[in-house]
């Protein structure tokens, strides 16, 4: 992938997710926009053509420090699925990260290609997510003991980092360190201390909570949290990769937000696969 044959790229995410559960209609600034955001690694991106026509893509983001990727998307459009370019697709790009000394990737599942299609290619569940929305979350009375304000990146990460909880690909400090310019960082305090932190992502249709932790599982923080977002951000608000009895899950749960739809991460091993 480059931005030669970024036109091909944006005519193979379209037409691939066109009818899908995620479908993109993207323009060329659109699929830009995403690369920034989820810092597109244009060497590890594939496209494969057919007799010098687009017919597939896979899109990864890397993260070279820790040797593992992540796939973005991975699609062909619908009049060259019978020649089985997706499993070959998948068989290259695993063959290019091993070969560029990358030792795992990631993935998620999505409705339209569930869990056991997956292992056809490797790739095996670990955790359970989840996407909850709310258009008005249930809250108690305030607490004045928390003070909420918005919190430097290097903040976030290092509470990210000593949290017990599992942590999404884009919620790494790695990930987050590219997409800061779209992300709004804010932190509960109790006197000096950062209890609880939460990472919005704002546009005028709604809101995407990126993340919500606490150290200490601090529920009270956490609420007040969520009061800062209904007061400051616009509606619906959809709290994404939210891990299955998570401290978020129960806390968001609580608050009276509703599933939205339940997928699994994946892990592939390129070091015993490829």
Sequence with gaps: MSLENLHDALHLVKESSRGMSLEYDLDTVGLLTLSRFWNFCYDQSLLVYVNHEPAGIAIHCTDPARLEAYTYYWGVIPKFRSLRLSLQLAETCARKLR???YTTVHGDTVPDHPVRQWRFVHFYPQKELIDMQSDTPNLPAPNPEFQIREVPLELIGQLTTQSEQPVHWCQRPTFLRHA???????????????????????????TTIWDLRSLDSSMPAGR??????????????????????????????????????????????????T
Excluded: M
């Design 224 to 273: 007040e949290l969520l009061r800062w977002v209904a007061n400051n951000c616009p509606t619906p608000f959809t709290a994404c990769y939210v891990f299955d009895n998570s401290y978020s899950h129960l806390l968001l749960t609580n608050a009276g937000f509703s599933v939205k739809r339940r997928f699994y991460s994946l892990t592939r091993d390129l070091l015993t696969t």
């Design 180 to 206: 800061a310019p779209f992300l709004q960082f804010v932190g509960a305090f109790s006197g000096d201390v950062l209890t609880a932190y939460i990472i919005c992502f704002r546009k005028p249709s709604g």
């Design 99 to 101: 070969d560029g000394g």
